[in-house]
């Protein structure tokens, strides 16, 4: 699993740009065991490389399929489709994310990119949003209304998010609000809570 962040945007052209602060690292300070070549290792970490404030554009400026926030590059342990909810496997994959048990959740990321079946066994890597906003044409129904929009992990759905907080001894994640009708914030919270049955 290679677990790169940086800081980055799409537009509707499909162009990707990236940035990274004056004095980031790069992958030549990446830690190498025993100075091995990268390549001979499943696993190595690229630390995040956009301190400081996220500064957004105006969610009212984004196409379908658009986001812009920092996000990081993961190996997937499930076949995944855009906007998906996943969590970080103990397997160290990425996987599709439900608050209906604690192995199955916390989730910190959302899902930029179509993983498929073959992307699955042959270990590549796929971007994930950790910080920031999309937007997806078929969330036509978030809304923002008197609770601001809470946007939750969900309990009954792998992989989705709801607007309807979990109840009756399910778990409670906070993972973002609607920003608008297909627009979310994405921000979720390090903590979650059981919920009264």
């Known amino acids: 699993m290679i677990w790169f962040y940086n800081r980055a945007m799409k537009t509707a052209s499909g162009e990707l740009t990236q940035w990274r602060s004056p004095g980031a690292p790069d992958e030549s300070m990446v830690y190498h065991p025993d100075g091995v ?10 630390v995040r490389t956009m301190p400081g404030p996220l500064e957004l554009r105006s969610p009212d400026a984004l196409a379908d399929g658009e986001w812009d926030g920092e996000t990081a590059l993961m190996v997937f342990g499930d076949t995944a489709s855009f906007g998906q909810v996943v969590y970080f496997h ?15 959740m916390p989730s910190y990321y959302l899902t930029l990119e179509a993983v498929s079946a073959a992307d699955v066994s042959g270990g590549v ?4 949003l950790v910080d920031g906003i999309v937007r997806n044409d078929s969330w036509s129904t978030l ?12 309990p009954d759905t792998a992989g989705a ?3 309807s907080a979990p109840s009756g001894g399910e778990y409670l994640q906070v993972l973002g609000w609607g920003l608008r009708q297909k627009v979310l914030r994405w921000r979720p919270l390090p903590a979650w809570v059981t919920t009264s049955t």
Do not use: K, M, N
């Open 37 to 46: 070549d990268p390549a001979d290792y499943e696993d190595f970490v690229v």
């Open 90 to 104: 103990e397997d160290e994959e990425a996987a599709l994310a439900q608050a209906d048990a604690l192995t199955t």
């Open 161 to 163: 998010f709801t607007q």
């Open 125 to 128: 890597l796929r971007r994930v």
């Open 143 to 154: 809304t923002r209304g008197a609770t601001g929009g809470t946007i939750f992990l969900d």
